[in-house]
Nanobody, 124 residues
Framework: QVQLVESGGGLVQAGGSLRLSCAVSGGTFSIYTMGWFRRRPEKEREFVAAMSWRLGQRNYADSTKDRFTISRENAKNTVYLQMTNLKAEDTAVYYC?????????????????WGRGTQVTVSP
């Protein structure tokens, strides 16, 4: 099975930046898409960004595409989420996910494996 471990969360002031990492192991050659999702307080989990593991194509939520960047280092089996100009409403638990059967997708149900999440807190 694919295993995902997020890291890099923490406390940051509004307007600041933070980079999250997702280490991937256990079957990277079968991955189609890597995604980032988040769960904000009192909200359902929502799509943030996705990237083709092989080709590097990207997709973003409307609320994050001008501030967040998803990237990868295949040699390190790692996917990143670079977050800039953070806002208080970005406070959430951030999850990385792997899709083994679909093209780039924003649909949560299409993802097959999930990390446990990392907390990001943005102070106003």
């Amino acid at each position: 099975q694919v295993q995902l471990v997020e890291s890099g969360g923490g406390l940051v002031q509004a307007g600041g930046s933070l980079r999250l990492s997702c280490a991937v192991s256990g079957g990277t050659f079968s991955i189609y898409t890597m995604g980032w999702f988040r769960r904000r307080p009192e909200k359902e989990r929502e799509f943030v960004a996705a990237m083709s593991w092989r080709l590097g194509q990207r997709n973003y939520a409307d609320s994050t595409k001008d501030r967040f960047t998803i990237s990868r280092e295949n040699a390190k089996n790692t996917v990143y989420l670079q977050m800039t100009n953070l806002k208080a409403e970005d406070t959430a638990v951030y999850y990385c996910a792997a899709d083994l059967s679909s093209a780039i997708t924003t649909v949560e149900a299409n993802y097959d494996y999930w990390g446990r999440g990392t907390q990001v807190t943005v102070s106003p």
